[in-house]
């Protein structure tokens, strides 16, 4: 009976992890056809050899690898950004006393119940003001310190740093950014990895945003120009879902890396709140 | 006189504060520019925005609440509300009903492998919601899609996923499901983990049958999460906007089957340049959300 149980329990998940990753499966089929393929009743189920050529017709159409630098780049200078002054703001909210420090963090939480469409005209009228359409500062500079991430390095850092520690570098006439370089960053690591990742994959992902504000293609991130490539080509079902799949694999593959404390890590950040 | 000199000695004290802690101070500051600048100017900038009429180019015409007027009787509007609402509804009630099983399987002692199982159903989460619109695009296709693939050799009607009413949004909806069902699970899966064992036992020893144990101990202790997991998905399916842009367009489709507020917004100010009415649909959206979360708080509060 036991062991009956058991199998039930894990042909139900895996029933699930089948459902999960079924569109995985079905992106693979028609990036590795032609798109004849894909208008095959019954279906083609099965990976063709199509694969290399269909990559070909990605690179022709949109600027596969401009786009894919773009995005890595725009990512990579916010979430360093976002890591340093998300963590200095978190690590000082944590550690230190000062009058208003209760509101001020209250605040800095209530902060992130506005939804982000409220500001979404006015920020490109901003952005139009400033000269910043089609400049990445557009996609870096308002989002320069997360609230979350204040929030999720504070809790951290509340248990992880040790006050003697602090004590010590004031003893030594550590002033109080020497204090968050020298004692806290080193000690925070581990929360700055997550919050790195969980940016990181925020602004790769992110289309709203860099749609309104990036009119030239030469500048468009890697979202903006799979929508565009799926625009251009309604009946070249094969080239868009392979451009898909190139555009999706870098973080699928930094995600599965990372999967086990990333995962724990979200399951806290939604728990303490 | 003696009022003044006290306010100037207060003035005085809050200097001398901000004096001494200014190292504090200084390092938490860029958040609080930054929000000025990015946050709080643009949402009074947008109330403004919403009196007025402008399309970027000329100049622009204060109009009082013409453009609220307008949007009241505006049956497009009404329209993307439904439509959202609509969505929101038969994507969350199967996303948590779903999320919530999973989390109990994976929960039971049995499971091994639970970190395999974990990252595969978490994997949706981090793929990119253009990507998901792209792939389910595919399979929800009209004419040759793997969904209508089924549905006709089943012996059904093929439905059209870009027009039909319903179908739009059962499309739109799959994608939510897809996307978010193993995250609301982990984020179960870890409020079940936080109730203590030593309950569960008390609570058998007493007699307790399996469904008094869930009722009374399971579904109270885990009224925080369903709240989080509520409001989170209240909050995100009122925002709706690449799913039904990217599977018919920024029209919403035929007769607008797919229009949701946020694309509708995105569609007035940004295809027809109108930032003054487009600011219009950003307040009443923002109304919206907030009543929602409301409405979510009370109820899941009161289900004790």
Known sequence: MKGFKKVLLHLSLSFGVLLSIFPFYWLFVMATNDSSASFKFPPKWTFGDQFFINIQKVFAEIDFWGALFNTFWVSTISTILVLFFSSMAGFVFAKFDFPGKNKLFVFTLATMMIPAQLSLIPMFIMMQEFGWIDSYKALIIPGLVSAFGIFWIKQYAEGAIHDDLLNAARIDGCGIFKMYWSVALPVLKPALAFLGIFNFMGVWNDYLWPLIVLNDPSKHTLMVALANLKGLHQTDVAATMTGTLLGTIPLIILFLIVSRQFISDIAAGAIKD | ?304
């Open chain 2, 1 to 304: 006189m003696t009022q003044q000199k006290e306010m100037k000695k207060d003035r005085g004290k809050v200097w001398r504060e901000i004096k001494k802690n200014k190292g504090p101070y200084l390092l938490i500051s860029p958040f609080f520019i930054t929000f000025i600048i990015f946050g709080l100017f643009p949402v009074v900038f947008s109330v403004y925005l919403a009196l007025s009429s402008w399309d970027g180019i000329g100049d622009m015409e204060f109009v009082g609440l013409r453009n609220f007027e307008f949007l009241i009787k505006d049956a497009m509007f009404w329209k993307s509300i439904a439509n959202t609402l609509l969505i929101w509804f038969i994507s969350t009630v199967p996303m948590i009903v779903l999320a919530l099983i999973i989390a109990f399987l994976l929960n039971s002692a049995f499971v091994k492998f639970s970190e395999f199982y974990k990252t595969l159903y978490f994997l949706p989460n981090v793929t990119a919601i253009v990507a998901v619109a792209i792939i389910f695009g595919v399979i929800f296709a009209p004419s040759y899609g793997l969904i209508n693939y089924f549905l006709t050799t089943l012996g059904f009607d093929a439905i059209d996923w870009h027009n039909n009413s319903l179908g739009v949004k059962v499309a739109v909806a799959a994608m939510i499901i897809w996307r978010w069902t193993g995250y609301n699970a982990i984020i179960f899966l870890a409020g079940l983990q936080k109730i203590p064992e030593s309950l569960y036992e008390a609570a058998r020893i007493d007699g307790a049958s399996t469904k008094d144990i869930f009722l009374k101990i399971t579904i109270p202790l885990l009224k925080p999460v369903l709240l989080f997991v509520v409001i989170t998905s209240t909050i995100g399916g009122m925002q709706t906007f690449v799913e039904p842009q990217l599977l018919v367009g920024n029209s919403g489709g035929a007769g607008g089957e797919g229009m949701t507020i946020v694309l509708y917004l995105y569609q007035q100010a940004f295809v027809k340049n109108l930032y003054g009415y487009g600011s219009a649909i950003a307040i009443g959206l923002f109304a919206i959300i907030m009543l929602f979360s409301l409405i979510n708080w009370k109820v899941v509060d009161q289900k004790k």
